[in-house]
């Protein structure tokens, strides 16, 4: 509340330096906010075609499987599931997005070459191979959408937060500071108002003690003047 601040010229020049750096960094706020809603909308578009690629990946899985299944039976299938014996590695690092950290997952032995899926080729039919190829795949769309489905909902939290500080200072506290800067000035004016009606009251009580003193001054003179005439 500004009747809460004391009216000095000390807090006023206090509070002019606070809405100076209060709005330095509601401007720089604004431009993070704005490049963090572009650099999310990048994103988004990224993540709407890594949704789509993931979709269709999972149907061609899902029918390579099937067929995989309705012709070499399930017996074979899950033999050259179990034949795998090394399995993909998956490393994370960091990356920064305007001061966002959001993770890049990096994948390592998901697709596989014939002899590397342990099966013997001779065992299986293309059908197999094919399901395996079209899970691979799956696999890999289903990493990098992990990737970017994090990376969008970090960006997302961010610039929610980024929001409600641009907001905080726009609607608290710059109107709240001003308020009290206004409150000071009103009051240093009123004071400055009363202290020269005070000078004033002082200066002409001055002049009239002086006009009495002069006034008896003379008063005096000629009282001597005429006892000397006498």
Do not use: C, W
């Amino acid at each position: 509340m500004a009747k809460d601040v004391k009216p000095t010229r000390k807090n006023l020049m206090q509070i002019e330096d606070r809405i100076e750096l209060s709005e330095r960094g509601h401007d720089t706020l604004e431009k993070k906010r704005d490049g963090l809603i572009m650099e999310f909308m990048d994103i988004l578009d990224q993540a709407q075609d890594v949704r789509e690629d993931l979709d269709d990946s999972y149907d061609r899985a899902q029918d390579a499987i099937n067929m995989a299944r309705a012709m070499d039976g399930d017996v074979a299938v899950r033999g050259a599931a179990a034949a795998l014996k090394e399995h993909p590695e998956l490393t994370t690092q960091s990356k920064n997005i305007m001061g966002v950290v959001v993770p890049q997952i990096d994948s390592t032995g998901v697709k596989k070459s014939l002899d590397e899926r342990g099966y013997g080729v001779m065992g299986t039919s293309a059908r197999i191979d094919e399901a395996a190829d079209a899970y691979e795949e799956l696999i890999e769309n289903i990493i990098l959408a992990a990737e970017v489905e994090t990376a969008m909902k970090k960006m997302l939290e961010e610039i929610e937060t980024t929001k409600r500080r641009v907001n905080a200072l726009e609607f608290k506290l710059l109107p709240d500071l001003h308020d009290n800067k206004e409150y000071i000035e009103q009051k240093l004016e009123e004071q400055e108002r009363e202290e020269i009606f005070r000078m004033k009251k002082i200066k002409a009580k001055k002049e009239e003690e002086e006009d009495a003193l002069a006034a008896e001054e003379a008063e005096k003179e000629e009282a001597e003047r005429l006892t000397a005439d006498d």
